[in-house]
C-alpha cells in the first residue's frame, strides 16, 4: 500500500514538473516576443524605458523584411526587434531627440523612424517599401561613444546607411497630436538590453521668436536635403580608406571628381552613380536613386582587394554607331579608369573590346569594330602618361552581346561596350 501511495504520488509529481515546465516555456516565450510586431507596440508614456529583456526574433511577423532590390538605408531583415509608439498628445509642434543606449557596448542596435498616425499603419508596413521611413540609423556601433545611437542636435542626416557612419541622425520634428513608430533591431542576437530616452522640445508658433526658430529649423531641413554623403572602407576588414570617387548624375553625366570622404549637394530626382577609387583596391560602382522629397543620405561604399582575372565594376564606355569615336558620357568611364591605374602603378590589365551586331555572323569587320574601340581606350590613357606596357588590347565583336536582340537603343549601346579585366599585379 505504501509502495502504491509513493507511486501515485511519484505520477503526479512528474506531470506537475511537466506542466510547470510548460507554463514557464509560455512565459518566458511570451515576454521575449513582447512588443516584436508593429501590432504589439508598446506605448512610451515617460522620458526614459529600461528594456530590461534584449529583443529576441522578429515576433509573429517580419514587417521590414526588403525586397530584392536592397536599400541600404533600412534593415534587411528585421531579426531581433522591439516596436514602440511615441505620441505627441499636445497641440504644439515638438522636436525629439532620442538616445538608445546599450547595456553592453558590444551591441549594435538600429533603428527606423515611421509616421504612424495613416489608418492601417501596421497593415501597410508589412508591404516592403509602402512606407517610407522618417529617419533611419543602420551604422555600424562606435564603442567610442558606447555604443549609442539615435536622434540628435548638430546632425543634419536623415537616413544613414550600412557601415562606418554617424551614429546619429537629425531631430525629428513631430506634428500635434499625431502617432510616431520607433523600431529598434539587431542584426545579431544581441547580449544585453537597452535604454531608451527621450526628450521634447516644445516649437511655439505664437512669438516672433518661436516663428524665427521654426524658419531656422525648415531652412536647416531644406539645406540637408539631397545630400548624399560617402564613406569608403575595406570589405574584408571594414577599416576606412581614402578614396577618390567619380560622380555622374542625370543633369551632370560627364562626371566630377570627388575626395576622401565625400558630402556634396545632388540635383533633385537625380539618378547618381558613384565609382569609388583606393590604392590596393578595385573599382566599386554604386547607383542612386534620390527623389526630390528625400533628405540626407549616409552611406559607406565597401571596397575589394585587386585580385587578377577580376573585372573592374565601372559604368559604360559610350561610343557612336559603327565607330570607335568616344560620347562625352564616356569621361566618367575614362576619369574612373585613368585614376585607378594612376593610383595602382604595379597593375597590368587587358582592354576589352565589344560590338553590337545582333543576327549576325561575327564577321572581321564586327571584331575590327570592336578591337578599335579598345585601342580609343588605350590611346586616352597612354595620352593621360599611362605606360603602353601595362595596357594590352582585345577585340571580340558581337559574339558576347549583353543582348543578343536589343529591343531599345540603350540595350544597343551597352552591346557597344569595352571591359576592363585585371591580367597581372606585378
Known sequence: MIVTSKLIFAHHFFFMRIFITFCLFIVVHSVFAQN??????????DTILIQTERPLGGGKFKELVQPKRYDSTSFKSEKNSKWYIIKNTTKNMLKLKIQIIPFN??????????????????????????VKALRSNISRNDRAIKSITGLSDGNDTAFVGIGVGNSFCSPLIMESQKDYMLVICSDRIPLQGFTIKLNYERVNTNTAAADSLLARMEAESKRSRNKLQFYFADADSK?????????RTAQIDTGFVVSGYASYNIPFKSQT?????????????????????????????????????????????????N????????KPALQSLLLFLQKNPTVKIEIQGHANGPKRRNLREFRRLSENRAEAIKKYLTFEGIDK??????????????????????????????????????
Do not use: H, W
Request: aromatic letters at 10%; a negative charge; glycine letters at 4%.
Open 273 to 321: 552613380d558613384v565609382m569609388a577609387i583606393a590604392t590596393g583596391f578595385l573599382i566599386e560602382k554604386k547607383n542612386y536613386d534620390l527623389a526630390s522629397d528625400s533628405l540626407s543620405v549616409s552611406d559607406t561604399i565597401f571596397l575589394k582587394k585587386i585580385v587578377p582575372d577580376a573585372y573592374l565594376n565601372i559604368i559604360p564606355f559610350y561610343f557612336e554607331g
Open 36 to 45: 516584436s510586431d508593429c501590432s504589439s507596440a508598446f506605448l512610451l508614456t
Open 105 to 130: 557596448i558590444n551591441d549594435d542596435y538600429d533603428f527606423m523612424i515611421f509616421n504612424a498616425y495613416a489608418d492601417g499603419f501596421c497593415d501597410s508596413i508589412k508591404t516592403a517599401g509602402k
Open 239 to 247: 577599416q576606412i580608406v581614402d578614396a577618390d570617387a567619380v560622380v
Open 323 to 330: 565607330t570607335n569615336t568616344l560620347l562625352p558620357k564616356s
Open 389 to 426: 606596357k601595362r595596357l594590352s588590347v582585345e577585340g571580340f565583336g558581337n559574339s558576347m552581346m549583353l543582348y543578343p536582340d536589343p529591343q531599345t537603343e540603350q540595350e544597343s549601346e551597352l552591346n557597344r561596350r569595352v571591359e576592363i579585366k585585371i591580367i597581372a599585379i606585378e
